[in-house]
């Protein structure tokens, strides 16, 4: 990762702290969702993602082990401990749902950085979406094609492009692509 002294920030996008103030000044879409919304969604959702069948899959056995053993503990709870980790280190953190995906779609083409197992940019090729999936440090066998590459591969490309930014790690790397990027920008993580 380079460090970009102020004055070329400063140059790519303005101020950081105003770029700072623009986003804290939006006032983005959210959703929040419960535990029983979660299932519904889960539920009702198009199979045809593959993640979103591993769910719903899972959110079977776990009702029938309940049903079965008779146990006290929620299907929530077994599901906390038994099966999202697993399912995270699988597919990916967010879980893309159909509407998700169609509106990616529509701002392509997409930059996904800090993109991991390219999970995202695998469901959005499938649907002939123009994306580019980067990661400091691919994995092996990944979903899709993922390039070495942080934040400084935006210096390569324009505003015409999607920044995608799902669950960045921990650290500066999402605050600089930012400061980097000259197009849109979609951001998919939780916002405590």
């Known amino acids: 990762m380079t460090e970009y002294p102020r ?3 400063s140059g790519r996008g ?3 702290e105003a770029i700072s103030d623009r986003y804290r000044e939006q006032q983005p879409d959210s959703i929040s969702v419960s535990w029983s919304d979660f299932v519904e969604t889960a539920r009702n959702e198009d199979d045809t993602i593959e993640y979103i069948a591993a769910i719903q899959d899972a959110l079977t056995r776990l009702e029938r082990r309940k049903r079965e053993r008779d146990t006290l503990t ?3 709870a077994l599901w906390e401990t038994d099966v999202q980790q697993r399912l995270i280190a699988s597919y990916a953190f967010a879980i893309p ?3 998700a995906l169609e509106y990616l779609r529509e701002q392509a083409p997409i930059i996904e950085l800090g993109a991991w197992k ?3 940019a695998y469901e959005l090729d499938k649907r002939g979406v123009d994306v ?3 990661d400091v440090s691919p994995v092996l ?3 899709f094609s993922v390039e070495s590459g942080d934040q400084d591969v935006l210096l390569g490309y324009s505003e015409a492009e999607t920044l995608v930014l799902c669950w960045p790690p921990v650290g500066s790397m999402a605050y600089e692509a930012l400061l980097l990027h000259d197009g849109d920008v979609i951001y998919i993580a939780n916002a405590w």
């Open 14 to 16: 303005g101020d950081p």
């Open 141 to 143: 066998d990944p979903w």
């Open 97 to 99: 749902t159909h509407e």
């Open 74 to 76: 929620p299907v929530s």
């Open 132 to 134: 580019t999936a980067y």
């Open 118 to 120: 390219g999970y995202w």
């Open 7 to 9: 004055e070329e920030l």
